[in-house]
């Protein structure tokens, strides 16, 4: 699986962006989702969508302001960011999980996810 990423840039303190990520390759997906890091420290997990049940998981410093949705035609992953925080800024990474994956089941450990983007920069200023 390739996985480009791409959508992020500079925003305001409480502006939105839309990152985006495509998917490319025969192997199925079956979960998709979005990490970050920020200098000086690791690779924290922000969304994550089930494919085939639309289930969904937030980190909680993301919940009700960030939103990751899909186009299964697309093969294309989106997350929304609204009420940007400069604690936002960070390279976001997109991720699949092409392991079988039950419709109730979407996981926020890194460990999980085989195939990993390029990561997008997205930075907010106060």
């Known amino acids: 699986v390739q996985l480009q990423a791409s959508g992020g840039g500079l925003a305001q303190a409480g502006g939105s962006l839309r990152l985006s990520c495509s998917a490319s390759?025969?192997?199925?997906?079956?979960?998709m989702a979005w990490f970050r890091q920020a200098p000086g420290k690791g690779r924290e997990f922000v969304a994550a969508?089930?494919?085939?049940?639309?289930?969904?998981a937030y980190a909680d410093s993301v919940k009700a302001r960030f939103t990751i949705s899909r186009d299964n035609a697309k093969s294309t992953v989106y997350l929304q960011m609204n009420s940007l925080r400069p604690e936002d800024t960070a390279l976001y990474y997109c991720a699949a999980r092409d392991t079988h994956t039950i419709l109730t089941y979407v996981p926020q450990e890194r460990d999980q996810y085989k195939s990993w983007g390029q990561g997008t920069q997205v930075t907010v200023s106060s």
């Open positions: 969508i089930n494919l085939r049940s639309s289930g969904t």
């Open positions: 390759g025969r192997t199925r997906i079956f979960v």
